[in-house]
């Protein structure tokens, strides 16, 4: 089955770029997300890229996609405070009946001052 | 648009008692998941309706859990009887079926089982 990994845990300082890693094993194409997990708040979502993309780029957040390493990662610049929060990486194969996404196990970030 | 509700925020109940989380999804979506969040496991699919019809309750731990889905605008997760392992956020989410199909989440309910 699907699988999708990360990095526990993340600091970085205030001011500073944030990048948060992500691996995945599903072959086929796929949408692969990011979402931000404030406390006491549900999962938001953030971004997402389609597997023919290599890069996205949305005011301080970029996305990058190595498809040939399954590889996925989130920039964040100018790192802030607010932007304290756990990141869940989630992949959806194209194919499929179920419109079902497999999480990681998502990765906190610290932002200090 | 008011994003998808669930109430209640917070439940306390005593091991044995009965437990019904509920969920209001987003007006126009057709899918709609329960999730369960732990520090242990992390986030764990539990079942997915489509259609109000259920497609996938493989992630239902046990038969203590059941969810239903009367109509495309309500849904509830209930656990009979409840367990102190069961303490968790239990999340609802709800999308519009198709390529991108994004879920949306509501803030979940954190339920502790004493």
């Known amino acids: 089955g699907e699988d999708v990994e990360q990095s526990l845990f993340l600091s970085v300082r205030e001011g500073d770029s944030s990048v948060i890693n992500c691996t995945y094993t599903?072959?086929?194409?796929?949408?692969l997300y990011w979402y931000k997990q404030e406390p006491g708040a549900g999962l938001q979502l953030l971004t997402y890229?389609?597997?023919?993309?290599d890069m996205k780029q949305d005011q301080r957040l970029t996305v990058l996609l190595n498809k040939k390493d399954k590889h996925l990662s989130l920039r964040i610049a100018d790192t802030q405070t607010g932007d304290s929060a756990i990141y869940f990486c989630?992949?959806?194969?194209?194919?499929?009946?179920?419109?079902?996404?497999?999480f990681g196990t998502g990765t906190r970030l610290q932002v200090t001052l | 648009d008011a994003g998808v509700i669930q109430s209640p925020r917070h439940e306390v109940t005593e091991m044995g008692q009965e437990v019904t989380l509920r969920c209001k999804p987003i007006?126009?979506?057709?899918?709609l998941f329960w999730y369960r969040q732990t520090m242990m496991r992390g986030l764990e699919l539990l079942i997915y309706?489509?259609?109000?019809?259920?497609?996938?309750d493989s992630g239902m731990p046990e038969d203590r859990f059941s969810a239903k889905m009367p109509n495309a605008s309500f849904s509830t997760l209930k656990i009979q009887p409840s367990e102190p392992r069961d303490s968790a956020v239990y999340f609802c989410?709800?999308?519009?079926?198709?390529?991108?199909?994004?879920?949306?989440f509501g803030n979940g309910t954190r339920l502790t089982v004493t």
């Open positions: 309706f489509n259609n109000n019809v259920p497609i996938d």
């Open positions: 007006s126009g979506h057709n899918s």
């Open positions: 890229i389609f597997s023919n993309m």
């Open positions: 989630a992949e959806k194969p194209i194919t499929g009946t179920a419109s079902k996404l497999t």
């Open positions: 989410a709800s999308s519009y079926e198709g390529a991108v199909s994004p879920l949306h």
């Open positions: 599903d072959s086929s194409s796929t949408y």
